[in-house]
């Protein structure tokens, strides 16, 4: 007997990844000159700071997630933009896309500065939701601090102009 799950937590990652099926789908070889444009397809995009492309001027602001700091040129946007010159139309029902976002803030309210909170990132999937792309996970693993480790390595690798001539802080000596 097979044993299936019925939470809603569940149920909604699996619709996600047959989404993210269809998106691959979607994005192979165009068919026939002729062939009818597709139906808007209700999308909903979640995600961390690039994402939402955090730090980026101007910012979207519709009053309730002011501080995720969406770029107006985000991920999304751009995507799409893109999407819809090759004759695929997007219905997106959200961006909920948020700098700072972590994994578990998919499933969990996140916190913002002033007190501030906005709703797990989840709660945008509704019902005829049949497309959810996102990207999140740097601020979990620190990629900060990955990024700033591998730079410290590389100033000092031998094989970069001028390697030897480097002190301590990378900065060339004269």
């Not at 165009?30 to 730090?55: K, Q």
């Not at 819809?84 to 998919?106: E, P, R």
């Not at 730079?151 to 802080?169: F, M, Q």
Request: glycine share 10%; net charge positive.
């Amino acid at each position: 007997m097979r044993k299936t799950t019925k939470s809603p937590v569940v149920r909604r990652l699996a619709a996600a990844a047959v989404a993210l099926g269809s998106c691959l789908a979607l994005a192979g070889p165009a068919g026939s000159a002729g062939a009818a444009p597709a139906d808007p397809v209700p999308t909903v995009f979640f995600g961390d700071s690039y994402t939402a492309n955090f730090g980026i001027a101007p910012f979207n602001q519709d009053g309730t997630r002011d501080l995720c700091f969406q770029a107006k040129e985000n991920y999304p946007t751009v995507a799409t933009r893109r999407l819809a010159a090759k004759g695929i139309t997007l219905d997106v029902q959200s961006d909920v896309s948020c700098g700072g976002a972590l994994v578990h803030h998919f499933w969990q309210e996140q916190e913002l500065p002033f007190n501030m909170t906005v709703s797990p990132q989840m709660e945008a999937l509704k019902y005829d939701t049949q497309l959810a792309v996102g990207s999140m996970g740097g601020n979990t693993l620190g990629f900060n601090r990955i990024l700033k480790q591998c730079s410290d390595k590389l100033r000092n690798h031998p094989l970069l102009p001028g390697a030897g001539e480097r002190g301590r802080t990378g900065r060339q000596v004269r």
